[in-house]
């Protein structure tokens, strides 16, 4: 036997209202058609559901149980009403991004964490890569965002690339670094020091080599190459190597990491970091609200404050 579960969630009503003509008044409908959906249920179920001439209206043990049932199924739609709004306006579901390694354990980490603080029932699975694998990704559905460094002109035709935070680059040290102390430096100043190199195949190890010619460092010793942002770090904090690394990442880490940045102007990188999308994906709605936040989030870390005018002048 199957009973339209409707028809439970307005006996429930009319029991809890304690009367028909009440439970058509809560439910917006006419007394009459309300009676006519108890009659049906009663057809159906083959047994009365209020005891004949009370007054108020009683149920019926099965009744009063049948409408228990229609309470529940009341409350579970509901939930389930307020999961699918929830889930339209970007406030529950699941997220998958990810980008290249640095950006995302210096910078967007720290986003996310604050984001999932607003969001908490957003689930976000993050992962590495740099463009042409994460390029893939999107294109075969496995990924939904990647937040990369990109030339603007070498932007795919079937993705979209916004923007978020301009290419700057600085050369870190420990804090407390030889260098650290000079308010100006000098070819010769950097020559004893040895480099750490980012992984290879990243744009930062392309970033680090421009960079060093562009003071007219052709040659340097690296002492450390590859690694995590976290083993960089680690590294640079017990000895007194060099590298380069994006402004930004040394800025939000700097409480942590015991990073500074020299003040020696460098070339910077001709891209932007920014999230990249695949046009022929249908997109989360939780994507909507993590990608508005980010935007926000990388404009006020654009901002100029006091706290941040020494760092800029280090960034160039």
Known sequence: MKIDSEHLEILALIVEKGGLTEGAEALGKSQPSVSRTMALLEDRIGAPLFEPGKRPLRPTELGEQLARLGTRIHALNAEASRLVQSYRKGHTGRLRIAGTPIFMDGVVSTFIADFQTRHPDVQIAQSYGYFDQLAVSLRNGSLDMAIVPLHHGSVPSDMTFVPLLPGRNVIAARAGHPLTRKSTITLADIDPYPWIA??????????????????????????????????????????????????????????FSGLEALRLKIEHPDRQLGMLTFNGATHPPAQRQFAGFLRDEFTLLERPHPARRSGDAAAG
């Open 198 to 255: 980012p992984p290879a195949d990243s744009p930062l190890y392309r970033d680090l080599q421009r960079a060093l010619k562009s003071i007219g460092k052709e040659d340097f010793r690296v002492s450390f190459s590859g690694g995590t942002l976290a083993s960089i770090i680690s590294i640079l904090g017990g000895s007194d190597s060099l590298t380069v690394l994006p402004y930004s990442v040394v800025f939000l880490t700097r409480k």
